[in-house]
């Protein structure tokens, strides 16, 4: 019995040999031909990805440092400093340091605190957007994408005269907010630096422009 047992064994181990029973080569095929429509189709979306991920950054970054510069300015109030001659006319237009010190401090610890939860959000992008955004956008599933802040943020106050029409200047003063980012999406890389403007005071002056005139940077 034993004998007859072992006798069925090696014909059965005999004819898997002959049948080729070995990993189905159909599925190995398959394998090869799902792999290369993954790579064909990474290669085709990764540099809409990137433009796509970088527009995103650019655009939440900006509405942050907006948002942070307008609420730190509402809290702290002006930084501008007039003074007056005798007859009323301006004679110097300066700026508060120690207004401009706070703001600016102010603004970075926001803007900080917003990149944090930026970083921490989940950004992704609908595959057919990037295949096609014409007739797929919004469809599939999503390709998320990553963001990362680079360096430090900085904050500077800017100041400008213009001519406003006959014997009037305008003088304004805005805050140049900037941050580098790093934008990571399908193996790929980005670096953008985002810089957002946002006006702090602005006043007409009648008559000739004042001798002094702070920038306070």
């Known amino acids: 019995m034993g004998l007859y047992i072992r006798t069925m064994l090696a014909r059965r181990r005999t004819r898997q040999r002959r049948e080729g029973v070995h990993p189905p080569i159909g599925i190995l095929l398959l394998a090869l031909l799902l792999l290369s429509l993954l790579l064909l189709t990474v290669q085709r979306v990764r540099p809409k990805l990137s433009a796509y991920a970088v527009n995103q950054v650019q655009y939440e970054a900006t509405t942050m440092m907006e948002r942070a510069a307008a609420d730190c300015t509402a809290e702290l109030g002006s930084i501008r400093m007039v003074q007056s001659g005798t007859d009323g006319a301006v ?12 703001l600016r401090t102010a603004v970075v610890q926001r803007v900080y605190d917003e990149i944090g939860a930026l970083e921490s959000s989940r950004l992704s992008v609908p595959l057919g957007t990037l295949l096609d955004p014409q007739y797929l956008s919004g469809i599939g599933p999503a390709v998320p994408f990553g963001v990362t802040a680079l360096g430090c943020v900085t904050a500077d106050v800017e100041s400008d005269f ?7 200047t305008i003088y304004t003063v805005a805050l140049r907010v900037k941050a580098d980012f790093a934008v990571q999406g399908l193996g790929k890389t980005d670096r953008v630096t985002v810089s957002a403007k946002y006006p702090l005071e602005e006043t ?6 004042p001798m002094i005139a702070a920038n306070s940077q």
């Not at 004679?91 to 706070?102: G, M």
């Not at 213009?162 to 009037?168: F, L, S």
């Not at 007409?204 to 422009?209: H, K, L, W």
């Open 91 to 102: 004679t110097s237009l300066t700026t508060n340091a120690v207004a401009v010190s706070q």
């Open 162 to 168: 213009r001519a406003a029409g006959i014997n009037q």
């Open 204 to 209: 007409v002056v009648v008559g000739e422009v």
